[in-house]
Nanobody, 122 residues
Framework: QVQMVESGGGLVQAGGSLSLSCAPS????????MGWYRQRPGKPREKVAR???????DYEESVRGRFTISRDNVKNTVALQMKNLEVGDTGVYYC????????????????WGQGIQVTVSS
């Protein structure tokens, strides 16, 4: 079973920047959709940003203009560049991959990362 592996995260002051990266736990042929979700204190898990292989990014309104999602469709990795961070961005960030082709003829529905903490201080 493929899993996604996040890296990055940490503690940053408000107004600062942080970058997250994510890669599959094994080599795969392709991933149709990749994205980032987050769980903020006292709130349900929510979409942050996601995109199809050839599609335009889809952002949650509060991060649009501050966060940038990018993909490498050769390595099947995804990154999230976060700028002008706010205290309200604090939470656990999860990487997600949807409709994974392991190799021709073998597929997996989706995969999640374990989550990484992003803490923004005032």
């Amino acid at each position: 079973q493929v899993q996604m592996v996040e890296s990055g995260g940490g503690l940053v002051q408000a107004g600062g920047s942080l970058s997250l990266s994510c890669a599959p736990s094994q080599v795969v042929s392709s991933i149709n959709r990749m994205g980032w979700y987050r769980q903020r204190p006292g709130k349900p898990r929510e979409k942050v940003a996601r995109m199809l292989s050839e599609g335009n990014p889809d952002y949650e309104e509060s991060v649009r203009g501050r966060f940038t999602i990018s993909r490498d469709n050769v390595k099947n990795t995804v990154a999230l560049q976060m700028k002008n961070l706010e205290v309200g961005d604090t939470g656990v960030y999860y990487c997600h991959a949807d409709m994974i082709t392991i190799r021709p003829g073998r597929y997996e529905y989706d995969a999640w990362g374990q989550g990484i903490q992003v803490t923004v201080s005032s």
